[in-house]
């Protein structure tokens, strides 16, 4: 394994939030040391990667990403999905358990984490579902699959509904020492809705899915974190009524902690536009005053992470009308660029940003990455802070191309990702550098 000095960098540690100008040694596939106050020289046998004065940091951890292997190859696999990962800076994610069949028994587990590591380029940590088969009925075997390598439990894309199942779930996790993380959305209330209601959705004559499909299970499962004890992770809130939700548990000191998707932060519901089926979304886009409060929530650290959403459809389930559409859309390969509209906009700190992206993720998950200190993974991305470009959807890497930031002028990328020491994505300048 090359051993790599990574010099002229903006070095910017968001577990401690230090920035300086300094240089980073990588051996054996850890970071070796950092030297935070100047160059202190190329050590002997390490190959010099000059940074160019741009930011270098942990790599990013996504914590919500739908992957189509086993069962839906023709959407994504674990190559094409790290692929997109690595070339958005994304050195970690986290794969739902919606795949076919379901990621509910340990030989599933077993099977993606092998063959993440024949064909991946990014680590995959695989979260196994709650229930079996997903029907939020019968409960999985925590222990067995913790055991097989999931690091957490989530019914993907489904809420656990019924009140005694996640009940039951919530305290077997407690004393498994796991993490359940749901998505936050009442089936009844949301029923055949398909996008924020309000004066919009009526406009445009689509069923609307109200905010209360969010809070009221949001609210009983805090209530239900109260009673057992247990961690609970909101996978993604979308509206203000959610954030006040989750500040009151923190300040009750409940062990729950929450994401948001990088599309409710910086999108909105009237991103739709003529019926957009890209922005088709679970939670749906809300509207500009919910975005808001959600960017002031990430900035106050009531949110701690900010996640992908990844979930490629296609053309056959997006190309239809709105209504009828498929929810999801790409996000993996977009995130970091679309996550630097709110530095560039002054809505938040880069520091900030990046710590609800490595530091905030890994301490969750309860892993030794998102951090610049010696002992940790060499999991790092060099970011172009200031890189015009627009979108290309032809160009992304993932095997879908449903991306709602197609298109779009954005600022920002990564220009070198190595995972483990090793660089899985480089920008043609950096490659000749290195």
């Not at 850890?30 to 030297?35: E, G, K, T, Y």
């Not at 409960?139 to 509904?161: H, N, S």
């Not at 536009?273 to 990430?298: I, K, N």
């Amino acid at each position: 394994m090359t051993d790599f000095f990574l010099t002229n960098a903006a070095l910017l540690d968001p577990a401690t939030a230090r920035e300086a100008p300094g240089a980073l040694l990588v051996r054996d596939g850890l970071i070796a040391d950092v030297a935070w106050t100047g160059d202190p020289g190329t050590p002997a046998n390490a190959k010099e990667i000059d940074c160019g004065g741009r930011v270098l940091a942990p790599g990013l951890i996504d914590m919500r990403a739908f992957v189509g292997e086993p069962g839906a190859e023709h959407r994504e696999t674990l190559a094409s999905a790290s692929a997109a990962a690595a070339s958005g800076g994304v050195t970690t994610l986290v794969c739902m358990p919606d795949t076919n069949p379901v990621m509910d028994g340990p030989a599933i587990v077993d099977f993606v984490l092998r063959r993440a590591r024949d064909t991946a380029s990014v680590t995959v940590l695989p979260a196994a579902a709650v229930t079996k088969g997903l029907a939020g009925k019968e409960m999985t075997e925590f222990g067995l699959l913790q055991e097989a390598g999931a690091v957490a439990f989530t019914d993907g894309l489904r809420a656990v509904a019924n009140a005694q199942v996640m009940r039951r779930a919530l305290t077997y996790a407690r004393d498994f020492g796991a993490l359940i993380m749901q998505h936050v959305e009442e089936p009844t209330l949301a029923a055949e809705g398909v996008m924020n209601e309000g004066e919009l959705a009526s406009r445009l004559g689509l069923m609307g899915i109200p905010r209360e499909a969010e809070t009221v299970m949001l609210e009983r499962d805090i209530r239900l974190v109260r009673l057992t004890g247990a961690r609970y992770h909101a996978a993604m809130i979308s509206c203000a009524d959610s954030v006040e939700i989750v500040r009151r548990a923190k300040a009750d000191g409940l062990p729950v902690t929450c994401g948001v998707s990088i599309n409710n932060l910086v999108l909105n519901e009237g991103d739709i536009g003529h019926y957009r089926t890209f922005c088709r979304l679970s939670p749906p886009l809300r509207d500009e005053a919910d975005r808001h409060a959600v960017v002031a929530a990430l900035n106050e650290g009531v949110i701690d992470a900010v996640v992908s959403d990844h979930n490629p459809q296609d053309v056959e389930t997006k190309r239809l009308p709105f209504a009828e559409a498929a929810d999801g859309a790409l996000g993996i390969e977009t995130l970091l660029g679309a996550a630097l509209r709110l530095v560039h906009t002054g809505d938040i700190a880069l520091p900030r940003l990046l710590a609800a992206m490595t530091a905030n993720p890994a301490r969750i998950l309860g892993r030794a990455a998102g951090r610049l200190a010696p002992g940790a993974p060499a999991d790092l991305v060099l970011i172009d802070p200031d890189l015009p470009y627009v979108l290309d959807k032809r160009r992304l890497k993932s095997r879908s191309k449903n991306s709602p930031f197609d298109e779009a002028r954005l600022q920002g990328a990564a220009v070198l990702t190595l995972v483990g020491g090793r660089i899985v994505h480089a920008a043609d300048d950096v490659a000749k550098a290195a």
